[in-house]
């Protein structure tokens, strides 16, 4: 059974950098077909996908948020990492993390929540 667990700050100052951990148990962030996604919820604008990390490692972004995302993988922790540079009150959501197999949303973390406030 694959289980997904997102960890990290539940509070972040305006214009720091937000940094998310997704650990991944029960399966391999490297197995074949699968891409790892952020994806967020936030009051009035409902599920955002941010980007996602493909099993070989290519990462791909939202346009919305280029220039201020980075996903990156650990093969040895076998986790997912989220970076969101300058951050505003806006960025205030629940994060997930998600593994998509082709067209299937397969598996989803039960999220965590990040405010952004002074």
């Known amino acids: 059974q694959v289980q997904l667990r997102e960890s990290g700050p539940g509070l972040v100052k305006p214009s720091q950098t937000l940094s998310l951990i997704c650990t991944v148990s029960?399966?391999?962030?490297?197995?074949?077909?699968?891409?790892w996604n952020w994806i967020r919820r936030s009051p009035g604008k409902g599920l955002e996908w941010l980007g996602s990390?493909?099993?070989?490692?290519?990462?791909y972004y939202s346009p919305s948020l280029r220039g201020r995302i980075s996903i990156s993988r650990d093969t040895d922790k076998n986790h997912i990492t989220l970076h969101l540079s300058s951050v505003t009150p806006e960025d205030t959501a629940v994060y997930y993390c998600?593994?998509?197999?082709?067209?299937?949303?397969?598996?989803w973390g039960q999220g965590t929540q990040v405010t952004v406030s002074s």
């Open positions: 998600a593994a998509r197999r082709n067209t299937v949303w397969e598996y």
């Open positions: 029960g399966g391999s962030i490297t197995a074949d077909y699968y891409y």
């Open positions: 990390i493909k099993n070989s490692g290519n990462a």
